[in-house]
Antibody, heavy 121, light 111 residues
Framework: EVQLLESGGGLVQPGGSLRLSCAAS????????MSWVRQAPGKGLEWVSAISGSGGSTYYADSVKGRFTISRDNSKNTLYLQMNSLRAEDTAVYYCAKVVVTRGGRYFDLWGRGTLVTVSS | QSALTQPASVSGSPGQSITISCTGTSSDVGGYNYVSWYQQHPGKAPKLMIY???NRPSGVSNRFSGSKSGNTASLTISGLQAEDEADYYCSSYTSSSTLWVFGGGTKLTVL
């Protein structure tokens, strides 16, 4: 079955760190760029970060640049998001998403169920 | 404030058609045919409904269609059904350092 399964969310204090994981199955993981997208409670979607299939290129939203690090282990079919210096405004459900990049498109065709990160004292 | 502008809510009766607009700029919606639409039911993950402005993934009903004119993209749902009630988000790839932007979301109510 083609699926993405996130884990690693939880409650963390402001200034703390957390590492999210996303286990992929059912497709050739290394052939696809991957991304993290978050959704604050009751709010819309916000793109956070993306990484190329090889892991050689990474991209970040300005809101997380310098604090978050995206990485992947293609031998384990797993995507990661290391989150440091967490702030209250980082509180959200974090979704892992498979990215399709073609000559005519850039979009997310598969999403995980998400993992909730709560930053609070 | 979201980068792309969508109406907060739309509604329609079963069988009717509705259209959700998504307005951006020449740096995103207007500059590329990279507009996609996602459906999200409460407590669920987003689901891809339209990609590359007007293409439907396999398994998505042909009642869903997309289009674009200038800096505004649109999602039309025809023959509304109760199961269509959900939040809908547009998205576009951009030329800025923020690779993707989303709309604020539109809540569709089927009356």
């Amino acid at each position: 079955e083609v699926q993405l399964l996130e884990s690693g969310g939880g409650l963390v204090q402001p200034g703390g760190s957390l590492r999210l994981s996303c286990a992929a199955s059912g497709f050739t993981f290394s052939s696809y760029a991957m991304s993290w997208v978050r959704q604050a409670p009751g709010k819309g979607l916000e793109w956070v970060s993306a990484i190329s299939g090889s892991g050689g290129s990474t991209y970040y939203a300005d809101s997380v640049k310098g604090r978050f690090t995206i990485s992947r282990d293609n031998s384990k079919n797993t995507l990661y998001l290391q989150m440091n210096s967490l702030r209250a405004e980082d509180t959200a459900v974090y979704y892992c998403a498979k990215v399709v990049v073609t000559r005519g498109g850039r979009y997310f065709d598969l999403w995980g169920r998400g993992t909730l990160v709560t930053v609070s004292s | 404030q979201s980068a792309l502008t969508q109406p907060a809510s739309v509604s329609g009766s079963p069988g009717q058609s509705i259209t959700i607009s998504c307005t951006g700029t020449s740096s995103d919606v207007g500059g590329y045919n990279y507009v996609s639409w996602y459906q999200q039911h409460p407590g669920k993950a987003p689901k891809l409904m339209i990609y590359e402005v007007s293409n439907r993934p396999s398994g998505v009903s042909n009642r869903f269609s997309g289009s674009k004119s200038g800096n505004t993209a649109s999602l039309t749902i025809s023959g509304l059904q109760a199961e269509d009630e959900a939040d809908y988000y547009c998205s576009s790839y951009t030329s800025s350092s923020t690779l993707w932007v989303f709309g604020g979301g539109t809540k569709l109510t089927v009356l």
